[in-house]
């Protein structure tokens, strides 16, 4: 499981959001003693103490929130918020439209590269076209996808945390307003998970929007139509400090959208196969009731952002089950032999062609294994920490069955899953090695020109047999004349 929690939320210290309860413990209670609180507040809590202005501050802006989510504030995420969020974050860094001379550019790049990736791959180029997108282009063509993907695990982080919320049994003596309140309130909070939720993705989104490369740099298919698509501005931050040219880096960008939307479009089970293996791992998701009462009871009811404190404790972060673990060595070794057959193509396409494509592949590999878009977006979204560790070993296979037995049956293995290499395939050369030889077709030349066998002395012979005697059809002498 990774170290992350999930959907974005990030542990804090203690002074990071201050206590506004009084001189009570860190806990939010005033001293020992006392039934806890199902209600979240302190053990010991005063409701006489409790301010009803900031409680009614807390409730409008809380109210604000429920009532921008529109048709999704009973999802398990808030899309409409996290959309606008995603947005918003793109605005606010600066998204100027795609010019002219961009598109251009981007344009002549994926061209080329469609001519230089055709003698290398069997896969035929997409019929989609391509072209360049802003940030805010990526955001809206890939949105649809990420709720394929995501809503899995929000779905079973929501229902777990809407487990542990309280029906009934509020805490005595509060005041008649809060009385009339709560149940309202306990409605709102049910719908909490949604925007905070959708909040997190989108805050997520904006940052990969402005790290992405292409439609398919984060390695999984994103877009439904195979489009071929680059972001300049983004093209032209990756490129500075490596000191080669643009039109390199862009080209050698173009070639691994190009060959990564080859596969995504003529493997057409990718997409179920890794939503399947996110789904395997969100069926185990469960969480500590007995750990996240414990945190809900040192809630201050005056802190309007006490409830992103519990978040950010860890209470929410479950153990992962060998179920899990099973399915996430799935997700993680199908990524790899992606990212792996890509590079494989795109480094034989480059051969000869491009004088810095081998600084510009090793550069891209490092990106991945220090912690690339995908990392970055499983982890931060679905809470899974993704790291294509195994990219080089997968690059090492794909291109042994190349140079054993050529690139129409490398690219075969792609025809099904059962054909593709498992975790245990990629564990070092020898390993390497018996998979290609394993795969390889049956040898049955050995076996021409072989004389036919001896036959054997006990078998009749072609008169002797039952219905070959000239006339022997099996009817009796005199039946067949009537």
């Known amino acids: 499981m990774s170290s992350d929690l999930p959907f974005g939320f990030s542990a804090g210290g203690d002074d990071e959001i201050p206590h506004q309860g009084g001189s009570g413990g860190a806990d939010g209670s005033d001293g020992p003693g006392g039934p806890p609180s199902?209600?979240?507040?302190?053990?010991?809590?005063?409701?006489s103490q409790l301010d009803m202005s900031q409680l009614g501050a807390a409730l409008q802006q809380l109210g604000a929130m429920l009532q921008s989510g529109g048709a999704d504030a009973g999802a398990a995420v808030n899309w409409t918020l996290a959309h606008d969020t995603a947005r918003g974050l793109v605005a606010q860094a600066g998204d100027p439209s795609v010019s002219a001379v961009e598109r251009r550019e981007v344009e002549q790049a994926l061209d080329l590269a469609t001519l230089w990736l055709d003698p290398v791959s069997t896969f035929p180029a997409t019929s989609s076209g391509g072209g360049a997108w802003s940030r805010s282009e990526w955001i809206e063509a890939t949105l649809p996808s990420w709720q394929r993907i995501v809503e899995p695990v929000a779905v079973r982080v929501n229902d777990s945390m809407n487990g542990i919320l309280p029906t009934e049994g509020l805490p005595e003596g509060l005041p008649p307003e809060f009385a009339q309140m709560a149940a309202p309130l306990m409605g709102m909070a049910r719908q909490m998970g949604s925007m905070m939720f959708g909040s997190q993705l989108g805050q997520g989104l904006g940052t990969l929007a402005s790290e992405v490369l292409g439609a398919a740099d984060v390695g999984i298919p994103l877009?439904?139509?195979?489009?071929?698509?680059?972001?300049?501005?983004n093209v032209a931050a990756f490129g500075e400090g490596l000191g080669v040219d643009i039109e390199q880096v862009r080209l050698y960008v173009a070639l691994r959208e190009a060959a990564s939307q080859r596969l995504f479009a003529h493997v057409p089970w990718l997409r179920s196969q890794l939503t399947a293996a996110v789904e395997a791992y969100a069926s185990g998701i469960t969480l500590d009731r007995s750990r996240i009462e414990d945190a809900a009871r040192g809630i201050d009811p005056s802190n309007p952002e006490a409830m992103q404190e519990v978040l950010a404790s860890g209470v929410f972060v479950p153990e992962d089950t060998p179920e899990q673990m099973a399915a996430l060595a799935r997700l993680e070794t199908l990524l790899a032999l992606v990212e792996g057959w890509v590079d494989d193509v795109v480094t034989e396409a480059c051969a000869g062609r491009l004088p810095a494509a081998d600084a510009l592949r090793e550069t891209m590999r490092r990106r991945r294994a220090s912690g690339g878009p995908a990392e970055k977006t499983f982890a931060t979204l679905v809470g899974l920490e993704l790291r294509p560790r195994r990219l080089r070993e997968a690059s090492q296979l794909w291109s042994a069955v190349r140079e054993a037995r050529g690139l129409e049956a490398r690219d075969a293995l792609w025809g099904h899953p059962d054909l593709l290499p498992a975790p245990d395939d990629l564990d070092g050369d020898d390993a390497i090695a018996a998979f290609v030889v394993r795969t390889a077709p049956l040898?049955?030349?050995?076996?021409?020109?072989?004389?036919?066998?001896?036959?054997?002395?006990?078998?009749?012979?072609?008169?002797?047999?039952?219905?070959?005697?000239?006339?022997?059809?099996?009817?009796?002498?005199?039946?067949?004349?009537?």
């Open 38 to 47: 199902p209600f979240g507040f302190g053990e010991g809590f005063d409701p």
């Open 223 to 233: 877009t439904d139509d195979a489009r071929c698509a680059l972001l300049p501005r």
């Open 443 to 482: 040898d049955l030349s050995a076996l021409e020109g072989l004389a036919p066998a001896p036959e054997d002395p006990q078998d009749p012979a072609p008169g002797d047999a039952p219905g070959d005697a000239p006339g022997d059809d099996g009817v009796p002498p005199g039946l067949g004349d009537a």
